[in-house]
């Protein structure tokens, strides 16, 4: 996957339309938490690029809010976390598409492109269903943060237990 600067106008509708003010403050912790743990060294790769973790926890709340409905803003971010540290430790058998009933609106339907099917283990862009960002989502170092990823997981997964969604960055 090249970065497309078509699908950034996209990306943002998917963020503005699709995504609460509850799972964006979610999204905005988990990115503290990357930048204040994540080494700078250009050598060290592996590291989560902003789509692709927003996209994950994302998921992650959207799993969390449908098992446990009902529940408090902490409770609900504990349970997010959980479910994002179960998706990071389980990446190889990873299987994240977009119409198993997290979105009511999607951008393509899995039936009407049959060949756009990423291979799994996959994390398939619900705007450009070419992108595996399983793959392409964890990346070196780059200005801009933009190009294909290295796919390593090693960072991550070293690293996801140390994720805590609780605490407030105001």
């Not at 927003?54 to 969390?64: D, I, P």
């Not at 902490?74 to 598409?97: C, F, G, N, P, Y």
Request: glycine share 8%.
């Amino acid at each position: 996957m090249k970065f497309s600067v078509c699908t950034a106008r996209w990306q943002a509708h998917f963020f503005q339309h699709y995504v609460n003010d509850e799972a964006k403050e979610l999204i905005r912790r988990a990115k503290a938490w990357r930048n204040e743990i994540w080494d700078e060294r250009p050598a060290s790769g592996g590291k989560p690029k902003s789509y692709f973790l927003s996209l994950l926890v994302f998921y992650a709340y959207k799993m969390a809010k449908r098992q446990w409905p009902g529940v408090s803003f902490r409770d609900i971010a504990i349970r997010t976390a959980d479910v994002l540290k179960q998706l990071v430790m389980s990446h190889e058998t990873m299987d994240i598409v977009w119409e198993d009933g997290v979105l009511d609106n999607v951008f393509y339907r899995r039936s009407e492109y049959p060949g756009l099917n990423c291979s799994r283990p996959r994390m398939m862009d619900p705007i450009n269903p070419h992108n595996n960002l399983r793959m392409s989502g964890l990346g070196p170092v780059r200005e801009g943060n933009y190009g294909p990823g290295d796919g390593k997981w090693s960072w991550i997964v070293a690293n996801i237990g140390s994720l805590d969604l609780t605490t407030s960055l105001d």
